[in-house]
């Protein structure tokens, strides 16, 4: 079955980064890309972008260009989203997703928190 | 960039009522929209693909519809474990993102 899984909470300090990853099994990874959206406390859901695990394109919102990056590697079935110089107002909850084909498969979600 | 407006952002209804949310894009989206639930301390679920297509093994109580800038989603006889937020979500294959609504919190009265 399909499964993405994530690392564990991190507890970084404001202007620090963070990597996140995202380790997929059940499927051939490279058919299909990998979204990532985080969800501040009691907040909505934010796309913050995607990547294809075939070739490694990506894009991202517009918000995050510049501090998000996002990569693959296909040797592990592993995707990675890191944020750097990171705020307070980055502290939140971030998925993984692989949504296509009416399917529709999420990570459990990282905790990032950002705290001085 | 598209906007989604969903409504309304919170709803009180008793078991077995018909609740309705609705989803507005800012410009055509075709049938490019899906609707997942989220309960606390979870990840979504994805409930509705394509606007009206119902995900494997969701209840049939769930159902969507619309095309273009106008959706909306149901649920035909709310039960308890129904109990959470709802978000739509439009997705732009072409340019590759996606956008969500803000979300529908679903209580029971």
């Known amino acids: 079955q399909v499964q993405l899984v994530q690392s564990g909470a991190e507890v970084k300090k404001p202007g620090a980064s963070v990597k996140v990853s995202c380790k997929a099994s059940g499927y051939t990874f490279t058919s299909y890309g990998i979204s990532w959206v985080r969800q501040a406390p009691g907040q909505g859901l934010e796309w913050m972008g995607w990547?294809?695990?075939?070739?490694?394109?990506?894009n991202y919102a517009q918000k995050l260009q510049g501090r998000v990056t996002m990569t693959t590697d296909t040797s592990t079935s592993t995707a990675y989203m890191e944020l750097r110089s990171l705020r307070s107002d980055d502290t939140a909850v971030y998925y993984c997703?692989?949504?296509?084909?009416?399917?529709?498969?999420w990570g459990q979600g990282t905790l990032v928190t950002v705290s001085s | 960039d598209i906007q989604m407006t969903q409504s309304p952002s919170s709803l009180s209804a008793s078991v077995g009522d018909r609740v309705t949310i609705t989803c507005q894009a800012s410009?055509?989206?075709?049938?490019?929209l899906n609707w997942y639930q989220q309960k606390p301390g979870k990840a979504p679920k994805l409930l509705i693909y394509?606007?009206?297509n119902l995900e494997t093994g969701v209840p049939s109580r769930f159902s969507g519809s619309g095309s273009g800038t106008d959706f909306t989603f149901t649920i035909s006889s709310l039960q308890p474990e129904d109990i959470a937020t709802y978000y739509c979500q439009q997705y732009d294959n072409l340019l590759l993102t996606w956008t969500f609504g803000q979300g529908t919190k679903v209580e029971i009265k």
């Open positions: 410009q055509d989206i075709s049938n490019y």
């Open positions: 394509d606007a009206s």
């Open positions: 997703a692989r949504v296509e084909g009416g399917e529709g498969y």
């Open positions: 990547i294809s695990a075939y070739n490694g394109n990506t």
